[in-house]
């Protein structure tokens, strides 16, 4: 019976691991500027985060822009009294010192901090918003931060503060929907006028 409990233990303390690293979600958010979903994820690495907004319908954020950024951070960087450092889905995995954003858009807009991208010991491959209550001692990564972004390893935490995801969701609007519906019966009933030409388009 010991021997039972105690496996009872591990196993549930093996499930909570893997819930909480995997970044669950904390809250979302509506961005009426652009109607797109955020979520705020638990703390996590970013592998992880970014495989938790993959099965959220979307990616690790997209900054295309300043309002954006600062729309982000003052939504979710100390959301319920928590200053936490936040995930962004810019990133130089594929090929180091190219950094792409993980949904695959090109929004040209970048706001790093000091020397960053440094990819300091060869190892940061991640980019993060700095929380501006981030405290180091590192002589050359003093504030103000300002909403600037930093490059990092696949951690979980940098300097005093947690790492959490933000995740971006583009919700496909309903008029576009219908739109589209409407284009490809329209399509059908183009290729129906004569009988014989009636068949699948697809
Ligand atoms: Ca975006
Ligand atoms: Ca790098
Ligand atoms: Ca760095």
Redesign the pocket.
Known sequence: MKYLNQALIVASLTLIASATSSGSVITSLLNPSNDHTYYLLSQANWVNSQAEALTLGGNLVTINDADENAWIYSSFANFSGIHRNLWIGFN?VAN??NFVWASGEQPGYTNWFGND?D?YLNN??FAFIINDNYKTTAPTYQGPYIQRWG?VDNITSVGSLPLHGVVEVTNVPLPSTIFLFLSGLSVLLLRCQDPRDCRPVF
């Open positions: 130089d180091e010192g991208p990819n940061q491959d490059d």
